[in-house]
């Protein structure tokens, strides 16, 4: 497995994953509002205990939203430092795919719908299907939405997951079975997700001037 | 020692790389006035969202100017406030990544000390103490600077900031934002006694007033109308007012407090009326007068970059937590 360090400070959870010799380790917190406080501590830490130094990683990953702005900015502004410093390049990895892969692995669920709330009666949605080697793969590009504009059809074995459930609960329960209340992207299924794009040389994997945040709300001020 | 500095707290992104024996070796500036134009303000939202995209490549771009390596380095500069917290969080997250992997500090800079630190950039800079008035878009102050990192508020501006009363006039007016350079050319072609506008606050003491003078700007043009000439007048009139208020409350701190050189800073120090009249000032009081070059009068890294390089010499700690601070005291 490629050596890459990932971290995740899109919703109130602060986390940081690394991936090497075959294993992952990470780790986890809630830091509403602290997550500058916490993030880089909890680099070094992951990377001293693993004894790895920057440049011996393949790789720098982020969740790259959607999510907070300012918490999927700060997530972009960390992956370029640390990967223009050490010669890395970046892989961002969608926070919906990651809440997906959670779903998948903790919970064997390999159809799912997520919807993260995003205030201003939108969600952010995402629809994803595990794949023949166990890991979530968009089927319908990320998109800002309003609940009402979700298409179920052919989705009706999809399980939901994120925060946009809870929220607008009544109208989605008309048209789903079931939802996971889970809403705090962890770094670990980042990781995981971003080794794969990693081993497939995707075009995913950039230089560290192009890991940028993706907000997916465009119209963010008002003439 | 060299040092890498990062502006990133309003709506420039500002990146330079200072060397102590060399001095300023490169630096590159983004402006995101076209950005911010059609609002009419800095929108902070699309503010932060243009550093992440601009401050890497300009990164880039002064370490190949300057000819060196990342290895080069012994610090990273950064703006730390005062300013628009997201916008900040960008210059201080990225430069404390770099620090971590590096293995150098990077130091917060008081963006208001950069600025006032910014005439020793130039060939002969002042030296400490000194009188600074520094006047930005968001500051107006009269600063003894007694020694590097002591400073003491003599005076301030009890309502709007001069910057920002240049720029609220210039936008009655109607001019293209942001207005406080445009006005002060337009106040050229002024006819110089058609009008002439209240100076406030001048009997005592060392404050600075400059919202009643927005609002005389204001009656004038509702007035006299919207004539081109009219606009003129009114801009050399407003100009006029806001440079003598500034003139004599320095005139009355050098008086008071004996000080032999004025440093004037910040963006309205390139305001070339303000120069003129000040170096007359400066000439009749015997204090020497330091400025900033032009380019250098608003916002830009060389300044952080130098303020960094002073910190760090001075030898300043710093840890792994990416601090802002948006509202803070200099
Ligand atoms: N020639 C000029 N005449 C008058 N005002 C000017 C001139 N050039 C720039 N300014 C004013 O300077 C201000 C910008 O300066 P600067 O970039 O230092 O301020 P800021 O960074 O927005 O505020 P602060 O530094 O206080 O946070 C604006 O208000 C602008 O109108
Ligand atoms: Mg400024």
Redesign the pocket.
């Known amino acids: 497995m490629a050596k890459i360090l990932a971290i995740d400070t899109s919703t109130d959870a602060c986390s940081v994953a690394l991936s090497y010799d075959n294993s992952i380790c990470d780790r986890f917190m809630m830091a509403p509002s602290a997550h500058t406080k916490f993030i880089l501590p909890m680099i070094d830490e992951i990377l001293s205990e693993a004894d790895l130094d920057y440049k011996q990683l393949d790789a720098i990953a982020f969740g790259q939203g959607p999510g907070s702005f300012t918490g999927i900015r700060l997530a972009a502004s960390v992956a370029q430092g640390l990967a223009f410093s050490s010669k890395l390049p970046v892989i961002g990895i969608s926070t919906l795919r990651a809440l997906a892969q959670e779903v998948f692995v903790e919970l064997g669920l390999a159809q799912v719908l997520v919807a993260q709330d995003a205030r201003m009666q939108e969600v952010y949605w995402g629809e994803y299907r595990a794949d023949s080697f166990e890991i979530m793969q968009a089927i319908a590009p990320d998109r800002l939405i309003r609940p009402s504009e979700a298409n179920f059809d052919h989705r009706e074995d999809f399980v939901g997951i994120g925060s946009g459930f809870g929220v607008y609960q009544e109208f989605f329960a008309k048209n789903m079975v079931k939802f996971v209340a889970k809403q705090y992207v962890q770094a670990k299924y980042v990781v995981q997700l971003a080794a794969d794009d990693f081993f497939k040389g995707k075009e995913k994997v950039v230089v560290a001037e192009k890991a940028l945040p993706v907000y997916l709300r465009e119209k963010v001020a008002w003439v | 020692m060299i040092i890498l500095g990062i502006e990133t ?4 992104t500002g990146v330079a790389i200072y060397d102590t024996e060399r001095h300023l070796l490169a630096h590159k500036l983004h402006s995101q006035i076209k950005l911010h134009a059609e609002f009419g303000g800095v929108v902070p939202e699309l503010a932060s969202r243009d550093h992440v995209r601009k401050l890497l490549p300009l990164v880039k771009e002064v370490l190949l100017e300057a000819e060196i390596t990342l290895q080069d380095l012994d610090a990273i500069a950064y703006t730390a406030g ?2 628009l917290v997201g916008a900040l969080m960008v210059g201080a997250a990225f430069a404390k990544s770099m620090g971590l992997v590096l293995k150098i500090p990077a130091i917060p800079v008081h ?2 000390e950069a ?1 006032l630190l910014a005439p020793f950039l130039e060939p002969s800079p002042p030296q400490f103490p000194f009188l600074a008035l520094l006047v ?4 107006t102050e009269l600063i003894e600077a007694s020694s590097f990192g002591e400073y003491k508020i003599l005076g301030e501006t009890l309502d709007d ?1 001069v ?2 009363a ?2 609220k006039v ?1 936008k009655i007016l109607g001019l293209p934002y ?4 445009v ?2 050319k337009l106040a050229e072609k002024g006819n110089k006694n058609r009008f002439i506008f209240p100076r406030a606050m001048l009997k005592r003491g060392l404050n600075f007033s400059f919202s009643g003078l927005k609002t005389c700007a204001l009656q004038h043009f509702k007035e006299f109308g919207n004539a081109e000439q009219t606009k003129a007048d009114i801009a050399f009139a407003f100009q006029e007012a806001a440079v003598d208020s500034l003139v004599i409350k320095c005139r009355r701190a050098i008086k008071e407090h004996n000080f032999t050189q004025l440093v004037v800073a ?3 120090s ?3 009326r ?1 120069r003129e009249q000040l170096n007359i000032m400066g000439k009749e009081a015997g204090v020497v007068v330091y400025y900033p070059r032009l380019e250098f ?3 830009n890294g060389a300044m952080i970059a130098y303020a960094g390089a002073r910190h760090f010499m001075a030898g300043k700690k710093t840890d792994m937590e990416i601090k802002v601070y948006p509202r803070w005291e200099m």
């Open positions: 707290s309003c709506d420039e005062p300013g963006h208001m600025h930005s878009g968001g500051h900031a910057g920002e240049f720029d210039a942001p207005g406080g350079p006005l002060a910040g963006g309205v390139a305001n070339t303000l009068c608003t916002d």
